[in-house]
């Protein structure tokens, strides 16, 4: 089985012959990149700048919260707002590897921005296995390219480091609890964040209403967990669709978007089925979406596909 | 015991790297166009799946035929891997006629040595386009799913083994026995 002390004391071991300079390290406040930014800290200790990037596709509240608990871990870290910069980069894109790969780069230009100024010559990553299994290869179809890998500029000048290459996320989540960190339970979400929640076009008014469903599915969710009333599912979240449909408010005709919910219950992310939420958790999202933001959503759906033959995320 | 996966390229190879060392197995995944004499000593291969349409693209299969011609231990091939291993042997591989992904049922018509002590009938995780129409002279059916008749296979004069579901993924019921059966069956061999 898998040890997470002995992993962690390996890769320190590890990280400390094969870094010989400044490195920094690129962490959302996930699992993956907040563990690695910790094991990076445990060898280089000073030499290691960690970097967080407001996209502008992040969650409701998470700069603060990342904020705060990066404060929290002690470490050296620094919060870029590149917001404008990704919005700019997306403006027009609808397909969703030409917007991954988009994000992939943009990071990198930021990354590659703050490495100069730290006088850093590695990129640390959190990557996980799913991450270049799905980005694909010469043996392996791309499923979607994930930011941190298929994303990756051809140019890119600096050299990368990812301690969590071959591990899961349930193995990650070990290293985590087992470094003490309080991010080992959060859910899973993608680099491209909110960007690829939005199906079509990521604009600013579009984001901001994916940002809000996902709010509500997050705290509706969580509260019946809290409650007992459900397992809290592996990932839960919204997709804004682009799709309009008519629906009738206060006598009036209505022609408005579909929010879908997913919920999914999975280990490693390489395999999921969807939650059998219950009725009257799912009936309390879908009244709160529909009226919190009437002027936009009128329908919302429930994804009952599992993975295969879908993925967690829509795109 | 040294159990090598060759990479077909399978989203879940990497899984079935990852089952093998749980199970305390020397282990590691190696691309499909290794030669036979570079694998050095192993006791036993899994051909692992991969997006290769076997009748279609076999020359992305790399040297999966030369590792059957060649192996004299037990060898699992999973999905593409059996798909290739069946049209080896004399069989074909088509279209399914109706493909499976996800979530579907297996039924065990064979316990043989590969799924001993498991239920007749239990959950597996599938994800093929293509299934086994015709199977070799030498092998036996084990299993079978409501849409796909051939799930598992065996050859009779050697410890050749194939799957059409994958039991590495964590949603299939019972994977970790059956990798314990088969490293069991590399054991015996072994002696």
Redesign the interface.
């Known amino acids: 089985?898998?040890d997470p002390k002995k992993f962690v004391e390996e890769m320190i071991a590890e990280l400390k012959g094969s870094i010989d300079g400044r490195a920094i390290i690129a962490c959302s406040g996930g699992v993956d990149s907040t563990a690695a930014a910790i094991i990076a800290d445990r060898a280089i200790g000073e030499r290691l700048l960690t970097v967080y990037v407001d996209t502008g596709f992040m969650r409701k509240g998470e700069n603060e919260w990342v904020d705060r608990m990066l404060r929290g871990l002690g470490i050296n870290f620094r919060l870029i707002d590149a917001s404008d910069e990704f919005f700019r980069a997306l403006r027009g894109v609808v397909d969703p590897e030409k917007k991954r790969k988009i994000i992939g780069e943009k990071f990198i230009r930021v990354f590659e921005r703050a490495a100069k100024e730290f006088g850093a010559e590695y990129l640390v990553q959190g990557t996980i296995?799913p991450d270049w299994?799905?980005s694909g290869d010469n043996?392996?179809?791309t499923?979607k390219s994930h930011h941190n890998v298929g994303g990756l500029p051809s140019d890119m000048k600096l050299k990368l480091v990812e301690p969590l290459r071959?591990l899961?996320k349930d193995e990650v989540r070990k290293v985590a609890r087992y470094l003490g960190i309080e991010v080992s339970e959060r859910q899973p979400f993608p680099g491209p964040a909110l960007a690829i929640r939005v199906m079509g076009e990521a604009t600013p008014e579009a984001v901001e209403i994916v940002r809000n469903a996902c709010a509500i599915v997050e705290e509706e969710i969580e509260r019946a967990a809290a409650e007992g009333r459900i397992e809290r599912p592996w990932q839960y979240f919204a997709v804004l669709l682009p799709v309009h449909s008519v629906g009738v408010h206060g006598d009036r005709r209505a022609y408005g978007r579909t929010i879908a919910i997913r919920a999914v219950d999975?280990?490693?992310a390489?395999?999921?089925?969807y939650s059998k939420i219950p009725h009257d958790v799912l009936e309390r999202i879908s009244v709160r979406i529909t009226n919190e933001m009437k002027d936009k959503v009128n329908r919302v759906v429930y994804d009952i596909t599992?993975?295969?033959?879908a993925t967690i995320e829509w795109e | 015991m040294r159990v090598y996966v060759i990479?077909?390229?399978?989203?879940?190879?990497?899984?079935e790297w990852?089952v093998l060392k749980?199970l305390g197995v020397e282990t590691k995944m190696v691309?499909?166009t290794t030669p036979f004499d570079e694998l050095g000593e192993v006791d036993a291969l899994v051909l692992s799946g991969?997006?290769p349409r076997v009748a279609l693209d076999v020359e992305r299969m790399g040297r999966n035929g030369e590792y059957l011609d060649r192996a004299d231990f037990p060898v699992l091939g999973i999905c593409a891997g059996m798909q290739f291993m069946c049209g080896k042997f004399g069989g074909r591989t088509d279209p399914a006629r109706v493909p499976e992904?996800?979530?579907t049922t297996l039924h065990v018509d064979d316990e043989d040595d590969l799924f001993v002590g498991l239920p007749r009938q239990f959950t597996v995780?599938?994800?093929h386009n293509d299934e086994v129409s015709l199977v070799p002279p030498s092998f036996d059916v084990l299993a079978h799913s409501d849409n796909c008749p051939v799930e598992a296979v065996k050859m009779r004069s050697r410890p050749i083994y194939g799957l059409q579901f994958h039991p590495e993924?964590?949603?299939t019921e019972h994977g970790y026995d059956i990798f314990r059966n088969f490293l069991r069956i590399v054991g015996e061999w072994r002696k």
């Open positions: 089985m898998f296995a299994i799905e043996l392996r179809d499923i071959d899961y999975s280990v490693d390489m395999s999921a089925a599992h993975k295969p033959p | 990479d077909n390229g399978g989203q879940w190879t990497h899984r990852r749980y691309p499909n991969g997006a992904f996800g979530k995780w599938e994800s993924v964590e949603h």
